[in-house]
């Protein structure tokens, strides 16, 4: 069965760094765009980076352009979200998803576009 288990969520304070990862089983990853999405207490989960099946595409929220950078290693079966400039409104629960349509053109944004899902890492950045 398809697993993707999250790391690297940690506390951190306002303008520091993290990395977060996310190692996938039970599917061909180099064949899927993979996404990342958070969840801040009280709120919506939102989208924030998406990747397509090679590497060559990529997609962010507004929010966090020119602060985060996805990336994968498909000989590793990893997806990676480098977090820079963090900010208090960067807390949330970050989750990792699987888009499970081959080789698609499309880097997804929706939720519903996404098959598959981690468990979440926290990360908090305090002020």
């Known amino acids: 069965q398809v697993q993707l288990v999250e790391s690297g969520g940690e506390l951190v304070q306002a303008g520091g760094s993290l990395r977060l990862s996310c190692a996938a089983s039970?599917?061909?990853?180099?064949?899927?765009?993979m996404g990342w999405f958070r969840q801040a207490p009280g709120k919506a989960r939102e989208f924030v980076a998406a990747?397509?099946?090679?590497?060559?595409?990529?997609y962010y929220a507004d929010s966090v352009k020119g602060r985060f950078t996805i990336s994968r290693d498909n000989a590793k079966n990893m997806v990676y979200l480098q977090m820079n400039s963090l900010k208090p409104s960067d807390t949330a629960v970050y989750y990792c998803?699987?888009?499970?349509?081959?080789?698609?053109?499309?880097?997804?944004?929706?939720?519903?576009?996404?098959?598959?899902w981690g468990q979440g890492t926290q990360v908090t950045v305090s002020s």
């Open positions: 990747i397509n099946w090679s590497g060559t595409s990529t």
């Open positions: 998803a699987a888009d499970l349509r081959p080789f698609s053109t499309v880097v997804a944004s929706n939720e519903p576009e996404y098959d598959y």
């Open positions: 039970g599917l061909t990853f180099s064949r899927y765009a």
